[in-house]
């Protein structure tokens, strides 16, 4: 009897300290910088013809700045960087744009990635040929292209070959956003 307590005791410990190991090892987080980088590779993608007041622009975001969970809100925020070249009379006239976007991001399970919905323009500007401000018609362009390829692209997928990724992979998650991070655990 004294062996049967003595082991009881024993496969309860370890079945504690097992599950203490599996909720520490199955929780993941992704960070601003890690995001950033995935979304600054594919920066060739943000690229798009369309037309203004009749005129032809070319528009393409150079550059993207990330902000997981600014002033604690469940969001996530976007500086972007955009030239834009408009074509009149066989000349050509480059600008650059700046976009402050803010968007919610959102965990698909079937497709094990994160999403970003729900954008919204939080602030705009424009520097062309000496004249500097906020130019809406454009900005809505910009932002169209930005929401088109965010609706299609996710900006973070779990990744089978990471060992704690696959653990999370295999049950139900919860995304939590957080400052400075996006943390996914086991529900």
Known sequence: MKKFSFWLMGTIALVLAGCAQVSNLASYSVTEQQLQQLMLRQLGQLQQQTRLAGMPVALAVEDMQVQIGPD????????????AVFSAFG???????????????????????????????????????????????LSTEVLQLVNMWLQDQPVYRLDESDPTQRLLMQMPLNMAVQQGRIRFSPR
């Open 72 to 83: 604690n809100s469940d969001s996530v925020r976007l500086g972007t960087t955009a030239s």
């Open 91 to 137: 000349l050509h006239y480059p600008a650059s744009l700046a976009l402050q976007i803010e968007a919610s991001p959102y965990y698909d399970s079937n497709e094990q990635a994160v999403y970003l919905r729900n954008l919204r323009l939080l602030d705009s500007s424009i520097d062309a040929a000496g004249y500097r401000g906020n130019l809406a018609p």
